[in-house]
């Protein structure tokens, strides 16, 4: 065989051991929470399609927006709102005492 061959096929069993080894990393010596982490990170890169509603006391819709990537809340800090940003780069904060729901849209 020639140099460039043998290169070749040490080139992609290099890379073939190396997807088999990150996998099998993954699947057994992450913890639940270290897989947690990793999800949101590549939630944050890729990114979702929300549509985030805001209703008053009765019910009835007072806001809605669409094409949301991501709802960040306080999640047991000392942060008393929820923040997002808008298909339009504009900055969104609702306090904790509103109601409202953040739903995947399939656009």
Same mark, same amino acid.
Not at 26 to 40: A, S
């Given at each position: 065989? !020639?140099?460039?061959? *043998?290169?070749? #096929?040490?080139? =992609?069993?290099?890379?073939? &051991? /190396? +997807?088999?080894?990150?996998?099998?990393?993954?699947?057994?010596?992450?913890?639940?929470?270290? !897989?947690?982490?990793? *999800?949101?990170? #590549?939630?944050? =890169?890729?990114?979702?399609? &929300? /549509? +985030?509603?805001?209703?008053?006391?009765?019910?009835?819709?007072?806001?809605?927006?669409?094409?949301?990537?991501?709802?960040?809340?306080?999640?047991?800090?000392?942060?008393?709102?929820?923040?997002?940003?808008?298909?339009?780069?504009?900055?969104?904060?609702?306090?904790?005492?509103?109601?409202?729901?953040?739903?995947?849209?399939?656009?």
């Amino acid at each position: 065989m !020639k140099l460039k061959q *043998k290169a070749l #096929i040490f080139f =992609i069993l290099l890379a073939l &051991l /190396t +997807v088999i080894t990150t996998f099998l990393y993954f699947k057994y010596y992450f913890t639940y929470e270290q !897989k947690n982490v990793v *999800k949101r990170k #590549i939630e944050s =890169i890729t990114g979702m399609n &929300l /549509t +985030v509603t805001v209703f008053d006391m009765n019910g009835k819709i007072v806001k809605r927006w669409s094409g949301v990537q991501k709802v960040t809340s306080g999640d047991g800090s000392d942060r008393d709102y929820s923040f997002f940003y808008t298909k339009d780069g504009k900055y969104v904060q609702i306090p904790n005492s509103v109601w409202y729901i953040a739903e995947e849209t399939s656009d």
